[in-house]
Nanobody
Framework: QVQLVESGGGLVQAGGSLRLSCVAS????????MGWYRQAPGKQRDLVAT???????YYADSQKGRFTISRDNAKNTVYLQMNSLKPEDTAVYYC???????WGKGTLVTVSS
């Protein structure tokens, strides 16, 4: 059973930065493609970025150039560095093992204007 635990969310002013972390346990982390998703109030959950076990990344268009996904397989951790945050980035951010059905419980990011 894979468990994913996110951290690093919080309140930040527009233009600021946050770094989210997701620690995985219970599986062979380095094999899993990992992703960050987000869900704003009243909206569907959307993809933010993904990263393969080998480090190949993909970003949704709205995050390109502002967000960076990375991983440290030795620490079983995937990160999301978020810069130039906007109020519309306010959401609960979830970590997931892509395509495997494992999700964290999410961490709330609130960006004030």
């Amino acid at each position: 059973q894979v468990q994913l635990v996110e951290s690093g969310g919080g309140l930040v002013q527009a233009g600021g930065s946050l770094r989210l972390s997701c620690v995985a346990s219970g599986g062979i982390f380095s094999f899993y493609p990992m992703g960050w998703y987000r869900q704003a109030p009243g909206k569907q959950r959307d993809l933010v970025a993904t990263i393969t076990g080998g480090g190949t990344t993909y970003y949704a268009d709205s995050q390109k150039g502002r967000f960076t996904i990375s991983r440290d397989n030795a620490k079983n951790t995937v990160y999301l560095q978020m810069n130039s945050l906007k109020p519309e980035d306010t959401a609960v951010y979830y970590c997931a093992a892509v395509g495997l059905g494992y999700w964290g419980k999410g961490t709330l990011v609130t960006v004030s204007s």
